[in-house]
């Protein structure tokens, strides 16, 4: 049962424009939630985290943002730029116990 | 300074055989945990190690197994293999226990069940 869920699997986005990412979560007692980036061939790496008691939260192009009510978290990126490209996963951890991910998003930014 | 580092990143095996994967983690990390990446499930947590103590394990059968030594770095073991298990399979290290620590990924071993 994926607690977390990336339900969109690729998206396509002009060079300069928003990439928008979202997530969905379905365990409330997440309080904390990451975004990785993934490279062909390589391993992911942190992008940027949010906690629950923040509804945003921003570093440079990258803004997360989350939404408890709706448990929906979605990452903004802009403008985007080709190096961008890649897929994006939403991590959720629970206590010491477990770390779930979503399936992942491919980003793709078209020059 | 160096970062998490797998061996071998490529891996070609048959149904039935093991197989043993090697991860060495940051100079310092204590923290080892492991993850199968497929494309229809994403990541998922397979285990984490600290202190050569395995301190959780996500929902895997008993063919997958782990080990820690002293000088941190970790191995995974994968008994029986089966087509299914064809996968990328992920090593992280942290300072300390994966909850209260940010994770640094190595490049992963690409794993072919024939």
């Known amino acids: 049962d994926q607690q977390v869920k990336q339900n969109s699997p690729s998206l396509s986005v002009q060079e300069g424009r928003i990439s928008i990412l979202n997530c969905d979560y379905t365990?409330?007692?997440?309080?904390?939630f990451l975004w990785y980036k993934k490279y062909p061939a390589e391993g992911p790496t942190f992008l940027i985290s949010?906690?629950?008691?923040?509804d945003k939260n921003e570093d440079g192009r990258f803004t997360v943002f989350l939404n408890k009510s709706a448990k929906h978290l979605s990452l903004h990126i802009v403008p985007s730029q080709p190096g961008d490209s890649a897929v994006y996963f939403c991590?959720?951890?629970?206590?010491?116990?477990?770390?779930?991910f979503g399936t992942g998003t491919r980003l793709t930014v078209i020059p | 300074k160096a970062g998490v580092t797998q061996t071998p990143r490529y891996l070609i095996k048959t149904r039935g055989q093991q197989v043993t994967l090697s991860c060495s983690p940051i100079?310092?990390?204590?923290?080892v945990s492991w993850y199968q990446q497929t494309p229809g499930q994403g990541l998922q947590f397979l285990f984490e190690?600290?202190?050569?103590?395995?301190?959780n394990k996500g929902n895997f059968p008993g063919r997958f197994s782990g080990r820690q030594f002293s000088n941190s770095r970790s191995e995974m073991n994968v008994s029986t293999l089966e087509l299914g298990d064809s996968a990328l399979y992920l090593c992280?290290?942290?300072?300390?226990?994966?909850?209260?620590?940010?994770?640094?990924f190595g490049p992963g071993t690409r794993l072919t069940v024939l």
């Open positions: 365990n409330s007692m997440f309080d904390y």
């Open positions: 991590a959720a951890p629970l206590g010491a116990n477990n770390l779930f």
């Open positions: 992280a290290s942290s300072l300390g226990l994966l909850a209260d620590n940010e994770q640094f």
């Open positions: 100079s310092g990390h204590r923290s």
């Open positions: 190690y600290f202190s050569e103590t395995q301190r």
């Open positions: 949010i906690s629950s008691i923040k």
